[in-house]
């Protein structure tokens, strides 16, 4: 103990040695006086201090778990709450009713701000289930991901400026338009892998975005297609508030839909497939899997949620724009997939609600939400590499022969 608050002493004055240009001197351009926060230097020597104790408990209580695991000492290390509060009934039963009744009255107890946000969040959380479903159940890495969301908002966006089509008669076709993307992606790269997979995919994004701000006959280039409709409900006139928790309560339906779907498709033939040729491509093609239709439908599924949700978000916003939908989204999506959990429907939803509400709910550190942010990942990939809750492998196991089954 003693050598750990010596080591983390020294951590916390390099941390002041390094950050005290930053931190300490502030130079005030319109005095012309350079000011001294020496307060700021204490916190980080304090924060420091504080924070490399906590990370070499953590380290040491990890080394512990390790060793008690390849001893076979700790059976609870991959049998977690989460695990539990899932197979239990008696747990997980009374959960989802106070989550049901939490999500219903959430808009009526809250204000306007809160709800939008919230439907931000919830849209982040179909974009999760989506992309999840091509990297965490078929392995296929997708930095691209962004562009099916562009599809499906700007589907909606040109044809309700130049047809004056509707958000119900957009919303079915934003979704194929993904779907169909998804495929036109999935073609040229069926025998890609890896880091090449990634180059290309990323790629894909990239051209998407070029292509809507240069094609300004139908996209409207840069300036964006302003004026779209939020989501009607049998011709009723509704102002902002209104049509606000309208969004929502039909976000909260959409993301039902799309977890009960995803959940079904997982334990389906397509879904077992997906998985086998995340685990190994060559046995899954030796096996008899036509690895061209797995990746297709992998591809397709995926984008199609992304074209659903880029309808949605087009209709909350009213206003979309070639900024929207940057490599910086795609990167938060697949940030959410790997911190939920690969394969993970549960865990995809709670790192959506987590990634996207918390810089929501941390405007009081505005300049430091970038830094927690990127702490918060680092910490995930050390002390949880499988995600918040892992996908735990389904084990078949056969009934002890007896020896009165045996005589039988």
Do not use: H
Not at 28 to 40: D, G, P
Not at 119 to 147: E, H, Q, R
Not at 268 to 278: E, F, T, V
């Amino acid at each position: 103990m003693v050598d750990n608050i010596k080591r983390s002493l020294l951590v916390a004055l390099w941390f002041v040695f390094l950050t005290f240009p930053l931190m300490v001197v502030k130079v005030n351009t319109l005095k012309s006086i350079v000011e001294w926060r020496w307060m700021n230097m204490l916190w980080v020597a304090i924060g420091a201090f504080a924070l490399s104790l906590v990370w070499r408990w953590a380290m040491a209580r990890r080394q512990l778990k390790s060793k008690k695991a390849e001893q076979g000492e700790d059976e609870s290390v991959k049998a977690g709450f989460a695990t539990r509060l899932m197979e239990d009934p008696k747990l997980y039963k009374p959960a989802l009713i106070v989550i049901a009744l939490a999500t219903i009255v959430f808009p009526l107890v809250v204000d306007i701000y809160q709800t939008n946000i919230m439907v931000l969040a919830l849209i982040f959380v179909v974009l999760g289930l989506g992309l999840n479903v091509t990297v965490g159940l078929a392995g296929l890495l997708d930095l691209g991901y962004v562009a099916f969301f562009a599809v499906g908002a700007y589907t909606y966006g040109v044809l309700n400026s130049f047809y004056g089509l509707g958000f119900w008669t957009c919303l079915p076709i934003g979704g194929l338009m993904g779907a169909l993307f998804g495929i036109a992606l999935g073609f040229p790269i069926l025998r890609l892998r890896g880091d090449y997979l990634a180059i290309v995919t990323l790629g894909f994004g990239s051209i998407a975005k070029i292509v809507i701000e240069n094609w300004e006959e139908v996209f409207n280039g840069a300036k964006g297609i302003a004026g779209i409709p939020r989501p009607g409900f049998f011709g009723a006139e509704m102002n902002i508030t209104s049509a606000t928790t309208y969004t929502y309560y039909l976000m909260i339906l959409m993301v039902v839909f799309a977890i009960f779907i995803t959940n079904r498709l997982k334990d389906s033939r397509i879904g077992r497939a997906w998985m086998a040729l995340r685990e190994d491509e060559i046995a899954c093609v030796a096996m008899g899997v036509d690895m061209a239709k797995t990746k297709l439908g992998a591809y397709a599924f995926g984008a199609f949620w992304a074209g659903l949700a880029g309808v949605i978000f087009a209709a909350r916003n009213t206003y979309i724009n070639p900024n929207s939908f940057t490599f910086m989204e795609s990167a938060l999506v697949l940030s959410i997939v790997v911190m939920g959990g690969m394969g993970s429907i549960i865990g995809v939803i709670i790192a959506a609600l987590v990634l996207i509400l918390m810089p929501e709910y941390l405007r009081a550190f505005s300049e430091y939400r970038m830094l927690m942010f990127g702490a918060v990942m680092v910490l995930m990939m050390i002390f949880r590499p499988e995600g918040l809750i892992a996908n735990v492998r389904r084990k078949y196991t056969g009934r002890k022969v007896t020896t009165e089954d045996a005589n039988a």
